[in-house]
């Protein structure tokens, strides 16, 4: 048997229920949410994948949160408390800064006819198309096009997050540009109106999810 990690919150004298096979692993003042699982042998199953980022998100509308990618797998209880104490101001440092905060996620397709072509134009949002072509290479850095649109939708959404996150991939299908915004949780309904002013060029998608647990915000926290 392992031990799946589902997220790392602040210990609470009053321990929550998480549900049936999963429970709380306390110490240095802090909370390792866990299960134990079989050996994996195979990739996991679409439902229990589903089933996993549910128990996630049940802990992140209660409490702040570290959530943690499904397949953090550890040998033993103990491996996870000394896991705790050996990251203990990390976590504790992450959640101050995620505390009442959630993710909001806002997706902009260009299909493959709509994809702009590659500029090398002086623009206010070269220096960060840059630095996207030293990141991911040529092939996936966005157009300056792309991102002087993403520039806009992050000046305009400012005042609604305080941390946001890029990523870009393009495919057959066309390309997609993902944003990523750290969003009080009590400005989540107010995040999605302005969203919906929001006007994009034609042949690009707009697509808005969220609020979700702060996945993007959390990176290499096990």
Known sequence: MKVLLYCVCQQD??????????RGLTGHGLTAVVSEVDEPTTAPSVSSLLAYERVVEAIHAQQTVIPLRYGCLMESEEQIVQLLEDHRREYEALLDRLRGRTEMGIRLLWSASAVPPPSLAQSPGAAYLTSLRNRYGSQDAPAAEEVLLADRIVTR??????????????S????????????????????????????TPRGVKLLLSGPWPPYNFVASAA
């Open 13 to 22: 004298e009053n321990e929550p229920s998480y549900g049936p096979g999963i």
């Open 157 to 170: 959404l400012a005042g609604w997050s305080t941390e946001q996150h890029r990523e870009v991939l393009s």
């Open 172 to 199: 057959q299908q066309g390309r997609l540009l993902s944003l990523y915004f750290l969003t009080p949780k009590s400005a989540a309904e107010e995040f999605r109106s302005k969203v919906r002013t929001i006007s």
